[in-house]
């Protein structure tokens, strides 16, 4: 008998990351990860954190570092989810510090990830946003975060959802997700996806325009659009910030 080729489905990773120009000399306050098996994240340090003369990305990358090596201590551990990868992660975390944060796992099936804050996701299927995760805040420009010493399990909102071969996953800090918006990353994956880019590439691509818009005082932007849903009129343009973001494709892997 001829054997039958089955596929499945597997994550192609790459990622960007770009400091926010004034915060290059440390290596901003953004991290990510990406680990075997489908694992990925990003973490968004608090800026605030500067002005007590700390390094407010210590934290961030603290945490991501400590998922890649928890993740990478368990291979094999199917059942492992993203919440206790992050909850090991925070509970060695040595650094003061908080954080944003979002670890994600896609398992051949299903996508899983963990949020705290305004990192997030998108899914975009055949060039639209087919599924994304909705920002935690306490308000404008105020999200929630992890800091030093919390339980991360009482403060994570968790997804599931279904993939499909072809899907594009799109995570970042909010230095993406304020300057771009969804539909215009949704239509730069689409098109780099058409010019057979890698994942790196677009990411690099979709980092370079955040922080393009991100330099602009003039024009529509997603924070500009929220600034002045709560009264800061006359509000235009982008905000410079940190930027990281990971691309990851879904396809298919003959085994």
């Known amino acids: 008998m001829v054997p039958v080729a089955s596929s499945m489905l597997v994550l192609a990773s790459g990622a960007a990351i770009l400091p926010h120009p004034s915060k290059a000399a440390t290596g901003g306050e953004d991290a990510y990860f990406i680990a075997c098996d489908g694992w990925f994240g990003v973490a968004d340090g608090v800026g605030q954190w500067s002005f007590e003369g700390i390094n407010a990305g210590l934290y961030a990358r603290e945490l991501m570092d400590g998922c890649k090596k928890f993740i990478m201590e368990n291979q094999g551990a199917a059942d492992l989810k993203p919440e206790q990868v992050l909850s090991k992660a925070a509970d060695e975390a040595h650094s003061p510090g908080s954080s944003t944060v979002l670890v994600?796992?896609?398992?051949?099936q299903f996508l899983n990830a963990s949020n705290i804050g305004d990192s997030g996701f998108l899914?975009?299927?055949?060039?639209?946003?087919y599924q994304k995760s909705k920002p935690m805040v306490y308000g404008f420009n105020f999200p929630l975060q992890i800091e030093k010493g919390d339980n991360p399990l009482k403060l994570v909102q968790n997804y599931t959802i279904e993939l499909?071969?072809?899907d594009v996953i799109v995570t970042a800090s909010d230095g993406l997700f304020d300057n771009v918006y969804e539909q215009e990353v949704a239509t730069m994956v689409s098109k780099s996806l058409q010019a057979d880019l890698k994942p790196t590439e677009i990411?690099?691509?979709?980092a370079a325009k955040?922080?393009?818009v991100g330099r602009s005082a003039a024009g529509s932007t997603?924070?500009?659009?929220a600034a002045l849903a709560?009264?800061?009129l006359g509000f235009s343009g982008g905000k410079l910030?940190?930027?990281a973001v990971v691309v990851s494709i879904v396809r298919k892997s003959e085994i």
Do not use: K, M
């Open 104 to 108: 994600a796992h896609f398992d051949g």
């Open 123 to 129: 899914v975009i299927r055949n060039g639209e946003v």
């Open 164 to 166: 499909e071969d072809g």
């Open 203 to 206: 990411a690099e691509h979709l």
């Open 210 to 212: 955040a922080q393009e």
């Open 222 to 225: 997603p924070f500009s659009d």
């Open 230 to 232: 709560v009264g800061y």
């Open 241 to 243: 910030d940190d930027i």
